[in-house]
């Protein structure tokens, strides 16, 4: 981590001379924030109106299980974009990862703890290989992610010949793909890693240096910061949540797929950019992407219990994630400008 301490962009300060206008600048994620709590409030009373057994127990335990698994992958794609870059390879590596896991824990005879560990380390090792093309080779993120998702989807069905590898029968399994206490385990480690994500991006040196290296990798690297270093652990973290997403997902399911968790980054990239997250940069919150997960995850169940065509859902999908972009560039325009003048 580096050592030098940076303001983060979004940090409020004093407040004595300031121009009035620049307060939309300073808040436009907090307005961000208000209009999707706003919003999924309003979806709530909607689909609890329409869907019939949309507010029963059940029913929201099930989204919180949803949400978890585009939530835990989202919380490390939001710091890679904060940074400036992107990772469109969620998906299959996460289906991947349920197929390493899998033929660890049964084929492999690594036991479940080791073959929990392997996946994790593996996860962080790809990842980090597309941090490594980032920021050694200036080779794209959207570039070095997508040859990334290519080739961990293929191996995902070229090693299971696109049928399940069943997991060994275990309680830790069923722990972890069950509940406790009540609530979805799944949803425990979100939570988790929720905290321990916003405790980093907001209160750290590293957290820092991952705002200024969006917001001016040139001048953040003048500063002192190694942007190498950042890039990388950014995308072996994202990687190594993707892995963890990857196991509780078999853990559920019971078993491996390499055709598992289509279409995921979609959903991810769409929960991050809806939370007010800039795809330009330098601008983000967690509490936003959280938020963001929420909403894309109710839309799905609710689309579901109305009985919408499964195409036509993710023709619905493609505009909220059309108009989440177009909102997020108004914003950052009209933020940019009021900070100018």
Partial sequence: MSSVILDKPS???PTEGRQPGSFLARRAHQLNEIG?????A??????????AGFLSTDNQLGILRDAATVGIPALGVTLVIIAGDIDISIGPAVAFASVIFAK?????GLGIALALIVTIVAGALWGALAGLLRARFEVPSF???LGLWSALGGLALYTTDALPVALPESGFIDRLGGKVLGVPTPAIVLIVLFFVFWYIARRTSYGRSVYATGGNAAAARLAGINIARIRVLLFATTGALAALTGILMAARLGS???????GLEFDVIAAVVIGG?????????????????VFITVIANGLILLGVDSFFQNVVRGVIIVG????????SRRANTVRLT
């Avoid at 999707?36 to 999924?40: E, R």
């Avoid at 309003?42 to 869907?51: D, E, N, Q």
């Avoid at 660890?104 to 492999?108: E, F, I, K, L, M």
């Avoid at 989440?324 to 914003?331: D, G, R, Y």
């Fill in 11 to 13: 940090s409020p300060g």
């Fill in 36 to 40: 999707l709590l706003a919003a999924i």
């Fill in 42 to 51: 309003v979806l709530y009373v909607v689909l609890g109106i329409t869907a």
């Fill in 104 to 108: 660890g824990a049964g084929d492999w």
């Fill in 143 to 145: 570039i070095a992610t």
């Fill in 256 to 262: 491996g797929n390499g055709g598992a968790a289509s």
């Fill in 277 to 293: 997250t800039a795809l330009a940069g330098g601008r983000g919150s967690l509490v936003g992407t959280l938020f963001g997960v």
């Fill in 324 to 331: 989440a972009v177009l909102v997020n560039v108004v914003i």
